[in-house]
């Protein structure tokens, strides 16, 4: 059944317990997960989208994390050459 099909993406930190993960539908809800809520919010958190399309508009800024650390660590390893 649908109302039972979650979709869930998370940034790597998760593993550390320290991100948050983004889940579709609502798992607190009537009708949804009792038990998702609760594991992720035990992994860092969790932000319930109520829509697909609001959690692909969110999913975009985590899309850019990879290039936002990359450039962070570029400019470490910049600073500590020059240092």
Known sequence: ???????????????????????????????GHPYLKKMFDALGGVVECPTNEIMSSMMVPTGLMGTMYGIMKNNRDWLINKG
């Open 1 to 31: 059944p649908t109302n039972r099909v979650f979709k869930m993406i998370c940034l790597p930190p998760i593993s550390n317990r320290e991100g948050c993960a983004l889940l579709t539908p609502l798992a607190s809800c009537e009708n």
